[in-house]
């Protein structure tokens, strides 16, 4: 006898890979057949996940057309299946998968919208941090400042592209069209929720460096090197006080 646990496994297995046949006896034909029964499962699933990869990335939708997005989140749906039991998390692979995805290749610009879209994503839905109260530094030694790793707000995210991608979500708005100029450079660009609302913004290449190394759990002294390399003039006490103003800050600890 299956237990409950190998029961929902070959399920699981019979809505991803095709096919009843691991299910055996339990699955009874009921005037359907199994197979068929499956099928509708199937389905629905797929239906389901494509249809969350849509509210997630309407921008790529709206790029490459229903019907051909239908097909990519298919195929995405049956070679990536979900890994937590919440929706809302599922689709973090996407914009890789369209990296990979050969339809794709005339359309280099993608997978960086899709990254993009994805920070936005996740900022509207990771919960608040405490900001770090910046007496909290007040009694770090100057000497292990270069060790201190700092955590940032969860919404925070950063992405460097060569391609506008800012400009392609703009012009892909409702209500809004218009024309990119593919060749316009590309962007260094933050997401955030200061006060409950996501935004984004453009940063000069040198804070750019900066914060999103610290993003990345480096240490204070990596971070003003990335920093440093951008530009020589980079001022780092006032980007620190910036950040704490920006209430960005959450945490900080000493590398050991």
Known sequence: MLSLLEIQTAFAGALLYDGAADLGDWLRDDGIAATARIDIYRNNMQASLSAALGEMFPVIRRLVGDGFFAYATHEFVSQHPPVSPCVADYGAGFADFLSAFAPCCELPYLPDVARFERLLHDAARCADAPPLDASALAGIDASDAGRLVFTLQPSHGYLCSPWPVTAIWRVNQDGRDGAVDLQGGGVLVEVCRPDGIVEFRELPPADFAF?????????????????????????????????LADRAITGVRLME
């Open 211 to 243: 914060r999103a190394a610290l993003a990345g759990a480096a240490t204070f002294a990596d971070a003003l090197v990335a920093a440093s390399d951008r530009d020589a003039a980079f001022d780092v006490a006032a980007a620190l006080a910036e950040l």
